[in-house]
């Protein structure tokens, strides 16, 4: 805006003339141009009317009813930080945050080391259908979680696909591993996990491949002149290269993980046990089922400054300190 | 841009303290109901001018859909001053929703509040259901249905006890677990349905002698294994235990028979009597694969039969789980359905109260036969047709006769289902002892009598 007013000259001088008074809104445009004025905050109001109303605001009443005994229905009573105690103490939910910790390396970790494979492999030779590809590795990330959850139920069910395949490689002499997966006590958690692998490498992918897109070919042609084989290659060129899209790869499936709560809520309502219970099932679990509202409250704020901590440490962590 | 930021989480910091300085403690919004008797009642629906009532469901199967339908129709049809707003979702869900809608400014008239301490105890304990006694003195409820079934959907004031106080809900239908079986299995096996327990584990090891799938059983959600258990711990323990058990007045669950019961479901699964995998099979997908032919038995609620008698005809029987000695009476979990009540902000309670009692009437009780339910209390002239609804309500009939009828175990505390069915999964999957297994669903117990 301000730009633009001192560029017409003539209507400046007019205003120059005119009144003290009604220079003043003029002030608020004062400083260094492009840098907004109070007056921007106006601009933002509607949203920031919103996004108070409908993120703050519940996040605020979350935080209050973190450091109450509520069931929901009745008088609430004050517990201090007795909820937050109580999140670590509770084997099953201290379990469930290490089931998080599981989840993270299949929801975030894997996936993205599986796009680098599929990004250094589509990125060094010419593949036919390219776009076929990307879409067919997206689609899991467009598909609603749920379907997701009902689709791979049918997948591990006890006469499912994985089974069936299992059951051939059975017959050729390999031991039978054919089991029902998210009703093992042991492979559940691995199950659910592999699930959001599969979700995940699409988004990892396409994120992968625009970056790709970025660097320079020069630096590619600079290093097979020098020499370098598809391995070098990859972490001289490639993966620096990548590092942004890595921070933005890895921030969004992590958060991903942390709030994972459609797959497990459809697939295995947190069993067999607690095989599965994760710490955004057990939110929902104890304020809507057992009614412990405040527990489940401070569950929620444990993994909101979770995820907080996990964007900063990410974007420290790949992207370097001048991000 | 850096100040920007800076300056955003300032001004978002700023709003949250005051929001929070604002915010008054949850639950003591200061507009807690008082749980308010009506002084005086009326029972003249036509009186009260246009209403409109809104009504919380969970009918939404089948039959027992077309039979709320038709009630409501008939109901509106002999009041034409009322309207009736129906609002219906599934069990699960409505249990979710209820308690947000209930501790808001205006809940529905009626609703379909669960039984138990979860559930209706709460309600009543925070004020937010209407006692009915007022109502029943003019309709006289009490009177109508057996006691067994009214102190189901009795609690003290305090919610601490259930099965006495106040009278908060009155029920349309029946229910019971029972053993659904497959006809032309039993016949091929040569086997008949069995008169005693030592009978019925003689059919299963015949069963899974001939390669057949001796019981059908689903168990992803914990709740059907909490259902076999209570069956099996029917069989083994005293029913008048198992009630005093539930509802917190008497006994543990590391007693001896509730150990053996534990112990009997844990040599069933390893024996393999059970669908494989059980653990990963959805309860839903039971009755579905029990029809398909996976399965000699099923242990399974009223609540399929309609469902079951569509799908395999003749092919399927129901009895109740057989006694411990042959010719001696049985006994199973299961009671009655979902019990109507009136919340206590309701501004017609009294056009609520006539139409509970219209819908719970002997009336009621023949358009339950008609589309295929179980009515709670006999059905004055209608009969089922079905030979499968008539072993039902034979059944039914037989329990109540013999005051046979036992609580669900999902009563017993807010959180039994995770804390005894977690370990039951685990006792199924041959991973935890059945000693070790009551235990926890005991600490759980015992931690709850002492907070409640």
């Known amino acids: ?323 | 841009m850096p100040t920007l930021t800076r300056r955003g989480a300032a001004a978002a910091v700023a709003a949250l303290a005051t929001m929070l300085a604002a915010a008054c403690a949850p639950g003591s919004s200061g507009d807690e109901p008082e749980s308010k008797a009506p002084a005086a009642v009326s029972t003249d629906v036509a009186k009260a001018g246009n209403v409109t009532l809104t009504v919380w469901d969970q009918e939404v199967q089948g039959g027992q859909k077309k039979q709320i339908e038709e009630l409501n129709k008939r109901f509106e049809a002999k009041y034409p001053n009322v309207k009736i707003k129906r609002v219906s979702r599934s069990f699960s869900d409505l249990q979710k929703t209820l308690r947000l809608a209930l501790s808001g400014g205006s809940p529905p008239d009626v609703v379909e509040a669960n039984q138990g301490y979860a559930s209706m105890a709460q309600y009543v304990k925070a004020g937010m259901l209407l006692p009915l006694d007022s109502y029943d003195q003019v309709y006289g409820w009490r009177k109508r249905y057996p006691k067994g079934l009214t102190d189901l959907n009795s609690v003290t004031k305090d919610g601490k006890l259930i099965g006495s106080g106040s009278l908060y809900g009155v029920s349309l239908n029946g229910e019971i677990v029972g053993l659904y079986y497959n006809k032309e299995k039993l016949a091929k096996l040569g086997v008949q349905p069995p008169k005693s327990w030592a009978e019925f584990d003689q059919a299963l090891a015949t069963a899974k002698g001939k390669g057949e799938v001796p019981i059908a059983f689903g168990n992803l959600e914990k709740l059907p294994a909490m259902q076999l258990y209570g069956i099996l711990q029917d069989g083994a323990a005293d029913k008048e235990a198992v009630r005093k058990l539930v509802f917190g007045s008497g006994g543990s669950w590391t007693d001896a028979p509730n150990v053996q019961a534990a112990q009997k479901l844990a040599d069933w699964s390893k024996k393999g009597y059970f669908t494989k995998d059980a653990n990963a099979v959805k309860w839903d997908d039971t009755p579905v694969n029990f029809a398909k032919g996976d399965g000699v038995f099923m242990f399974g609620g009223t609540w399929w039969a309609s469902e079951l008698n569509d799908k395999m005809k003749e092919k399927v029987g129901f009895m109740a789980p057989p006694p411990a000695q042959a010719g001696s009476p049985s006994a199973t979990m299961g009671g009655e359905s979902l019990p109507w009540s009136i919340t206590s902000k309701s501004k017609n309670p009294d056009v609520a109260a006539a139409y509970i009692n219209f819908i719970t009437s002997p009336e009621a009780m023949d358009v339950s036969v008609e589309t295929g339910n179980l009515p709670a209390l006999a059905a004055p002239s209608k009969q089922p047709a079905e030979p499968l609804l008539k072993e039902v309500s034979t059944a039914w009939a037989e329990l109540s006769k013999n005051d046979g009828i036992t609580p669900y175990l999902d009563y017993a505390t807010p959180t039994f289902t995770d804390a005894f069915g977690g370990p039951l999964q685990e006792l199924i999957a041959g991973r935890k002892p059945a000693d070790e297994v009551m235990k926890a669903a005991q600490d759980d117990y015992s931690a709850f009598q002492k907070k409640k």
């Open chain 1, 1 to 323: 805006m301000t730009t633009v007013a001192r560029r017409k000259t003539p209507k400046t001088r007019r205003e120059a003339s005119a009144p003290r008074a009604a220079r003043r809104p003029g002030r608020a445009f004062s400083g260094s141009p492009g840098e907004p004025g109070r007056i921007g905050w106006l601009y933002t109001l509607p949203a920031l009317l919103v996004y108070g109303a409908f993120l703050l605001w519940p996040l605020a009443r979350g935080a209050q009813f973190s450091l109450y005994h509520w069931d929901g229905l009745g008088e609430a009573t004050w517990a201090g930080f007795s909820n937050y105690t109580a999140t670590w103490s509770d084997p099953s939910l201290r379990g469930a945050f290490g089931h998080l910790l599981v989840l993270v390396l299949f929801y975030s970790v894997l996936p993205c080391c599986i796009a680098f494979v599929l990004v250094g492999a589509m990125s060094r030779t010419k593949i036919r259908g390219l776009t076929f590809f990307r879409t067919v590795l997206f689609l899991p990330q467009v598909v609603a979680m749920v379907a997701v959850a009902v689709a791979w139920q049918w997948v591990y069910s006890a006469d499912g696909p994985v089974n069936t395949v299992l059951g051939w490689l059975h017959a050729l002499g390999l031991p039978d591993w054919r089991r029902g997966w998210f009703g093992d006590f042991t492979f559940a958690l691995p199950a659910v996990g592999a699930v959001g692998t599969w979700v995940g490498i699409g988004l990892a992918m396409v994120l992968f491949l625009a970056g790709v897109q970025k660097i320079p070919r020069e630096l590619y042609e600079a290093a097979r002149i020098d020499g370098a084989g598809p391995v070098r290659e990859f972490f001289a060129v490639t993966l620096p290269g990548l590092r942004r899209e890595l921070a933005v790869a890895l921030t969004l499936t992590t958060i991903m993980a942390i709030r994972n709560f459609d797959l497990i809520y459809m697939a295995t309502a947190g069993g067999p046990g607690n095989a599965t219970k994760v710490p955004a099932y057990e939110v929902y679990n104890r304020t809507f089922n057992t009614g412990e509202v405040g527990l489940g409250c401070a569950i929620g704020v444990t993994l909101a400054v979770l995820a907080f901590a996990v964007t900063a440490g990410v974007r420290r962590l790949v992207e370097g300190k001048d991000a």
